[in-house]
């Protein structure tokens, strides 16, 4: 069965400072990755995906996250954050073409002080 | 393109009680979800249809909790008897068909508080 682990609750930065959020997997099979992202009171709203092909995805508000077989990881990073950005994070993921179940991870608190 | 409709969007019952949720997908997706978010965890998925059939139940809890869709457009979960731990956000996503590259989309949820 497939797994995410996104071993940070918290991640606290300064404005206009890197961001990373961390997230790994486990599957038995080809990953497909995806991030979402969750304002208060609201549903999840799509960030991006890794089905197969670059390992560096780009999506929105800025966002990208690099896909690394070898370590199992899919971590999201932006170059500068924005106040704005503060939410919370959830990584998941699907085991290959024959299985749709989208597992995911507990989710990272993003702060993003001004 | 108008999203996932749900409603309510807050409901607090008493345990034994019964409670609905209402889904309306975005208009031509085929594939739509319903999902359980407990406090401080990640949603996990409950049930999840392909037009009016069920895909994959296997973590409903269906000596309480069942679903359907049977025009294949909305859906309804219901919740009977209520418990406390089954107090959560309940999250109902479409996607366009159930393909390994399709997103899934999610509605705002509906929040349960069961005292």
């Known amino acids: 069965a497939q797994s995410v682990a996104q071993p940070e609750d918290q991640v606290n930065v300064a404005e206009g400072n890197p961001l990373t959020v961390k997230c790994t997997y486990s599957?038995?099979?080809?990953?497909?990755l995806f991030w979402y992202v969750q304002y208060p009171n609201r549903g999840l709203q799509f960030l991006l995906k890794y089905i197969t092909g670059d390992n560096l995805v780009k999506g929105s508000y800025g966002f990208e996250a690099e896909f690394n077989k070898s370590q199992t990881s899919f971590h999201l990073k932006k170059p500068s954050a924005l106040v704005s950005d503060s939410a919370l994070y959830f990584c998941a993921v699907r085991d290959g073409p024959n299985d749709y179940k989208l597992s995911f991870g507990a989710g990272t608190t993003v702060t993003v002080r001004a | 393109e108008a999203g996932v409709a749900q409603s309510p969007r807050y409901k607090i019952i008493e345990k034994r009680q019964s409670v609905a949720f209402w889904c309306n997908p975005i208009s031509g997706h085929a594939t739509l979800y319903w999902y359980q978010q407990i406090l401080g965890q990640g949603p996990k998925l409950l049930i999840q249809f392909q037009n009016n059939g069920v895909v994959d139940d296997s973590q409903l809890p269906k000596d309480r909790f069942s679903a359907e869709r049977l025009k294949g457009v909305d859906s309804t979960l219901k919740i009977q008897p209520a418990k406390l731990e089954d107090s959560a956000v309940y999250l109902c996503?479409?996607?366009?068909?159930?393909?390994?590259?399709?997103?899934?989309?999610f509605g705002p949820g509906t929040r349960l508080l069961v005292l």
């Open positions: 996503a479409s996607s366009l068909v159930a393909g390994m590259v399709e997103t899934q989309y």
């Open positions: 599957v038995s099979g080809n990953p497909y």
